[in-house]
């Protein structure tokens, strides 16, 4: 059975593989009147686990760039393009991005958020419709029919991008101190340095 009740999928077997993979579904979190709704590319080991998005290291370079935007993860919400764990944590088929596009939709339209950030390659080119260079466009903004009304789409690198290559820490904090700005929130103090 595919459902939805409210913001949460409650049950879906669209993807055999997926549904073979995952531990259970991992659905957004964060208020359900966010201004900024942050979308991610699926679960990863942690967030099957947990059953909560972006709970792993990502997830804490995520929270202190919000910190320094002066936000805190209680303000804002995170969701996925896909909400169940792709097998080795590959990245999720067009065929499963597009099965979990009409729950990602309903929940943009139900939150109604002033700014959609992407975190990442995937969940950018899947919401653009378009290929992506998200080094070179991150902090860009694009408007794009999503959840039923055109929307501000804010480009960002993944997180776990600045793990690995620590010269892309400053773009990640300078766009999500963007991300605040467009939803009004004045800036904090830095501690993405501790990352
Ligand atoms: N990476 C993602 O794209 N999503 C998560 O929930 C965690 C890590």
Not at 31 to 41: R, S, T
């Amino acid at each position: 059975m595919d459902s939805m009740d409210g913001l949460e999928v409650t049950g879906c077997t669209k993807c055999e593989e997926l549904v073979e993979s995952r531990s259970q579904i991992v659905n957004g979190a964060g208020p359900a009147d966010a201004d900024v709704l942050f979308v991610g590319e699926g679960p990863g080991a942690n967030e099957d686990e947990q059953g909560a998005p972006f709970v792993g290291r990502s997830g804490s370079v995520l929270d202190a760039a919000l910190a320094d935007a002066g936000l805190e993860r209680a303000d804002v919400r995170i969701t996925n393009c896909v909400r169940c764990r792709p097998p080795e944590n590959r990245d999720p088929t067009k065929e499963e991005l597009n099965n979990c596009r009409p729950y990602l939709e309903r929940e943009v339209e139900l939150v109604a958020p002033e700014v959609l950030v992407t975190l990442g390659k995937v969940p950018g080119e899947h919401l653009l419709g378009r290929s992506v260079a998200v080094t070179s466009e991150t902090g860009d903004v694009e408007r794009v029919e999503l959840g039923g009304e055109p929307r501000d789409v804010l480009l960002c690198l993944h997180p776990a991008a600045t793990l690995y290559d620590a010269s892309q820490k400053e773009a990640f904090r300078e766009t999500i101190e963007k991300a605040a700005t467009m939803a009004g929130v004045e800036g904090g103090q830095s501690r993405l340095g501790e990352y």
